[in-house]
């Protein structure tokens, strides 16, 4: 059977935030697409299974990358010289009109498609554009990919530029509902989940049947929260019955009291808020490269480690200009170091153990039982060749590890796999 197969190399994964496993020149084993286990010897049981040998490669989990827009793909590093209100309007919504013609998204989707394949996601959740056919060919190019994702239509009804804005709720909602039709049960590999923008642009009475869309269909839910402080300040104006930006999610049932949630960002959620996202087991999304480029701020992210909190990274194409989750986990822990020194002493920098724990098992853990190789979890591997990068003396594989964070791109990648199936 194809998803019965071993992987043999220096294996690498996360048992937890604080505990990194490294196996050297070892058998993973994988049956029905999930891990059976590591072992220094292969059981008699599994003698039959093919073996497929990467000598001294390192093998890691797929990465999981919680936030990124496809959309903004093609514009990646335009206007990293902006902050975020600005570059939404001056970049971002220019370029995402572009996607009410199909055959630019199709060209410019194909490419999104192509490169991410090849990169060391496995996982993702994505943001579409408010159209619905481009949605569409998105989703069909990134089923043919093989990876497993979320892809989710905006919605967007207000205070947004009439070229890139839904007229009013009744046809966010009307397109929201014909898109969900067409795409449900259409995937093997691609799942939609729904996705106001942000507060700002969704009006109560969407955000009301948006709400209810999501208990009644049972959908999950993306967006954005406190990412800015002046869009914090815009949405206090908006619901001044808030205490903070999250409640605006959660007095429509937005929040993932229903249906697991991501919301990126979280700079600036703390007190109250930090208690609703706990409340609801929200998923965070950490995205330090995009908080960088947009001068949004760092996020609390070790607070959210201790508070046992579901989090995992995020690129944020375009906010982000690079797709990689190894890099941003670098990112992430640069971030953390410009917090602890200017910010919050007490607060310690990230450690590699919990950067790779978020990229990978973190983040993965909103698809169910992935990002590791314990048992039970289901198999993505990317096997990364390191010997283009020579050392003059001996190092560890946590060194060989730490450097292909810092120091690979796509070229290191040398195939991959996806619930046990080979995706190149
Ligand atoms: N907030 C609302 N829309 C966006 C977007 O496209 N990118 C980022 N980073 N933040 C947003
Ligand atoms: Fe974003």
Known sequence: MERNLILKGNLCYSQDSKNLIMAKNSFLICENGKSVG????????????????????????????????????????????????????????????????????????????????????TRAVIFGTIHIKSTICLMDY???????????????????????????AGDSLRATKEWLEQVQNRYENVKPILTPRFIPSCSDKLLLELGNMEKQMKIPVQSHLSEN????????????????????????????????????????????????????????????????????????????LENKMNIGLGTDIAGGFSESILRTMGDAIQMSK??????????????????????????????GKTG???????????????????????????????RMIYLSDDRHIKAKYVKGKQIF
Request: some cysteine; overall charge negative.
């Open 38 to 121: 590591i072992f220094q010897k292969i059981p008699e049981k599994y003698q039959n299974f093919i073996i497929k040998d990467y000598g001294d490669c390192l093998i890691i989990p797929g990465c999981t990358d919680l936030h990124l827009h496809a959309p903004q793909f093609a514009f990646r590093g335009f206007g990293m010289d902006l902050e975020l209100l600005d570059w939404l309007e001056n970049i971002t919504f220019p370029e995402e009109a572009k996607y009410a013609d199909l055959e630019y998204a199709d060209r410019a989707y194909q490419m999104f498609a192509e490169n991410i394949k090849k990169s060391a996601t």
């Open 142 to 168: 990134m089923e043919k990919t093989g990876l497993k994702t979320y892809i989710g239509k905006v919605n967007m009804d207000q205070n947004a530029p009439e070229f890139l804005c839904e007229k009013n």
């Open 229 to 304: 402080p002046d869009e914090i300040s815009w949405v206090h104006e908006l619901h001044p019955d808030t205490d903070c930006y999250a409640e605006a999610y959660d007095k429509y049932g937005l929040l993932g009291n229903h249906e697991k949630t991501i919301m990126a960002h979280c700079i600036y959620s703390e007190n109250k808020e930090l208690e609703l996202l706990k409340r609801d087991s929200v998923w965070i999304a950490h995205c330090p490269q995009s908080n960088v480029n947009l001068a949004s701020g760092i996020a609390p992210v070790r607070t959210y």
């Open 338 to 367: 410009i917090r602890w020194r200017l910010v919050d002493q007490t607060q310690a920098p990230l450690k590699l153990e919990e950067v790779f724990f978020m990229g990978t098992k973190g983040g993965g853990s909103f698809f």
């Open 372 to 402: 590791s190789f314990e048992k039970g979890h289901e198999m993505d591997a990317v096997i990364l060749d390191d010997t283009d990068l020579p050392y003059p003396h001996s190092i560890s594989l946590r060194q060989r590890l730490e």
